[in-house]
């Protein structure tokens, strides 16, 4: 087993049963600390450690890696030299952190300008997005949303189970966890109406994704194959796809979501690294019909994360709403990259694919208000007597996720998005 999730091992720093970032993980994000400037970061419990301070102090020297690159405001240039750079990253960072070293924690806990409480820190959109797809890859979601929008005989348009399938999103308004959104205007078509008509959406819906991002490009013309696709994925994010369901329903035949989906995404500022999930691979669901050959894999690329979303009208507790399971997903992460490279398209360093949203089969593992209130026929009571069908202004939509064996939890901390008022 890889020494870095050797389970047994230990921080000098401290680390929470609970905590979703334990040694195992040293995930990269990148935060400001105070009026600083932007600087590349790892995480161990809740301290966040200042990787350009730590090189700075001569912690990095003999990798290879320029200090420079954690000087900056995305990951994108760390994320460029490879996986293999980075898996080198992180453990020359787990050597430095681990319990026995009390040389690197003498001096490192003397420095001022390394270790920072999460608490007072800002995390920052950890990369710059070049192009972003979203995938529609549950079965159980699609199944759902086939039987509201269309047609509950034909839930599952023809090409479903024979081709992961998705769209081009919108980089410019994806955003980081804690900004907030204001509601989206737009035109809508009351069902009583015959013409649409200009209005705040009535129907603002969170989903429930994960999303993995890129860390190498390929030529244009050239394809990713199955087994080659996660060598070019260095890690995963949450990822709150929010989405306006009366503004989809008019204006989604035939191109498919355009406004509805791209005033504001929000993703977690935690890139955890495939790397550190690798203990919680799982088998996906069998693919029946079977697939062509371009889209057959070997070994098991699904992810056994466990998801939940809460919903916290302001002042009042938190509420769950949702939790699901990355593992439910029809189409892995290895299919989707061949799919999406498979006619020549390229791909870049930074590039985003979201799973579409993550249904589990139980009515309580739906990720969407959508599905979760049955298209407003069955509301969600909330402790100070409202109801939800879907979210009001002035809710928070809280996603967290995480993996847990015994010895071993790794997680992603949390994607919070407020929702104001209609500008
Ligand atoms: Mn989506």
């Not at 760390?78 to 924690?105: D, M």
């Not at 998801?307 to 002042?315: H, K, N």
């Not at 739906?366 to 069908?389: C, H, Q, Y």
């Amino acid at each position: 087993m890889d020494r870095i999730i050797d389970t047994s091992l230990r921080s000098w720093l401290p680390v929470e049963s609970t905590s979703d970032f334990p040694m195992q993980n040293i995930p990269f994000g990148i935060f400001r600390a105070g009026a600083g400037s932007p600087h590349a970061a790892t995480r161990i419990g809740n301290t966040v450690i200042d990787l350009f301070a730590l090189a700075e102090h001569g912690f990095l020297d003999g990798l290879g890696i320029n200090p420079g690159i954690f000087n900056f405001k995305y990951l994108n240039p760390l994320f460029e030299l490879g996986k293999k750079s980075c898996r080198t990253l992180r453990k020359q960072l787990v050597q430095i952190f681990e319990e026995k070293n009390t040389v690197a924690r003498d001096r490192i806990s003397s420095a001022n300008d390394v270790l920072f409480n999460a608490s007072v820190v800002q995390m920052l959109l950890p990369v710059k997005i070049g192009d972003y797809t979203d995938f529609y890859s549950s079965l159980e979601h699609a199944t759902n949303v086939g039987i509201m929008f269309r047609d509950p005989a034909n839930a599952l348009l023809p090409n479903w189970k024979h081709l992961p399938v998705g769209y081009h999103g919108r980089s410019s308004s994806i955003v980081v966890s804690g900004t907030a959104i204001h509601r989206p205007k737009g035109q809508i078509k009351p069902a009583n109406s015959d013409n649409p008509v200009f209005s705040p959406t009535r129907e603002l819906d969170f989903e429930l994704e994960i999303a993995f991002i890129t860390s190498s490009k390929t030529a244009l013309g050239s394809s990713v194959s199955t087994n080659e696709a996660e060598d070019h994925i260095i890690g995963l994010l949450l990822f709150n796809d929010l989405s306006a369901r009366d503004i989809q329903r008019w204006e989604y035949v035939p191109l498919g979501p355009f406004l509805a989906k791209n005033f504001g995404s929000v993703v977690s500022p935690w890139v955890v690294t495939l790397d550190a999930l690798e203990p919680f691979r799982v088998q996906g669901p069998v693919q029946e019909p079977e697939v062509l050959p371009y889209l057959k894999f070997n070994g098991n690329h699904n992810f056994d994360i466990d998801l939940d979303v809460l919903i916290q009208p302001e002042g009042q507790p938190e509420t769950p709403v949702c939790h699901s399971n990355y593992k439910f997903m029809y189409w892995n992460m290895a299919q989707q990259l061949a799919h999406q490279t498979v006619n020549g398209c390229n791909i870049n360093v930074g590039d985003l694919y979201a799973s579409g949203t993550v249904s589990g089969p139980a009515p309580g593992s739906f990720g969407s208000m959508l599905e979760i209130a049955w298209k407003g026929t069955k509301p969600v009571n909330m402790p100070d007597g409202t109801e939800r069908s879907f979210i009001q202004d002035h809710d928070t939509i809280i996603m967290r996720g995480h993996c847990e064996k015994p010895g071993l939890r790794i997680g992603f901390g949390e994607v919070s998005t407020k929702i104001l008022p209609a500008l």
